[in-house]
């Protein structure tokens, strides 16, 4: 079956430093990627999205490429803030049907001034 | 601005009792989820269902059951709750079709079984 495995956290940066959450999947086919961020005391939005291999997605200043050939999609950002502070997770759509995602167990971030 | 709403923030219930979570979408979206969010091990889908009156089950089904009566609301009940169902609970619905749609998500339902 499709899974998700996410770096261990918790993550624990100064503000402006480079931030890499690796993400690395299990799949048949080919799997759509999602990165969504949790803020605290939210629900979970989407961050960014790629739809087949070699895509870049993009939002807020984080990157993520899908990289078939590693079977990877890590979430970069140059310079994080302290509103970066959340839990962020890794996600895919194996292609059935219904829009069904499978998560990865999620990375939480906490970014200091 | 879309919307999913679910009844609670926060919930405390006793073991045994049945438990209702609603969850309520106003973007006319053909599918909703139920997830549970646990540490280490990320969001894990309880029911789906892709029109009224139609469910699938997730991952762990066991111990809970849904209903969708009507397209815009979803539910999630706890027939006997049991302190292994302490967790948090969020809802979630997508327009049909497509592999890359994206879930709109509500804010969560904290359930504490005593």
């Known amino acids: 079956g499709n899974s998700v495995t996410q770096m261990e956290g918790p993550v624990t940066l100064s503000e402006e430093a480079f931030l890499t959450i690796n993400c690395t999947y299990t799949?048949?086919?080919?799997?759509?990627l999602f990165w969504y961020v949790q803020y605290p005391g939210e629900g979970l939005q989407l961050l960014l999205k790629?739809?087949?291999?070699?895509d870049k997605g993009s939002n807020k200043g984080f990157e993520a490429t899908y990289r078939k050939e590693t079977t990877s999609f890590h979430l970069e950002k140059g310079s994080v803030q302290v509103s970066d502070s959340a839990v962020y997770f890794c996600?895919?759509?194996?292609?059935?049907?219904?829009?069904?995602?499978?998560f990865g167990q999620g990375t939480i971030l906490t970014v200091h001034p | 601005d879309v919307k999913v709403t679910q009844s609670s923030r926060y919930l405390v219930k006793r073991t045994g009792e049945k438990v209702f979570l609603e969850c309520v979408q106003d973007?006319?979206?053909?599918?909703m989820f139920w997830y549970r969010q646990d540490p280490g091990l990320g969001l894990r889908l309880i029911y789906f269902?892709?029109?009224?009156?139609?469910?699938e089950k997730g991952d762990i089904p066991e111990g809970y059951s849904v209903s969708r009566e009507k397209k815009e609301r979803f539910s999630l009940i706890l027939e006997s709750a049991s302190t292994n169902q302490t967790s948090m609970y969020l809802c979630?619905?997508?327009?049909?079709?497509?592999?890359?749609?994206?879930?709109?998500f509500g804010p969560g339902t904290r359930l504490t079984v005593l």
């Open positions: 979630a619905s997508s327009i049909a079709g497509g592999s890359y749609n994206e879930q709109f």
């Open positions: 799949a048949t086919g080919y799997p759509s």
């Open positions: 790629a739809t087949k291999a070699d």
């Open positions: 996600a895919l759509h194996g292609g059935t049907s219904y829009g069904k995602l499978t």
């Open positions: 973007m006319d979206h053909e599918n």
């Open positions: 269902s892709y029109d009224v009156k139609m469910k």
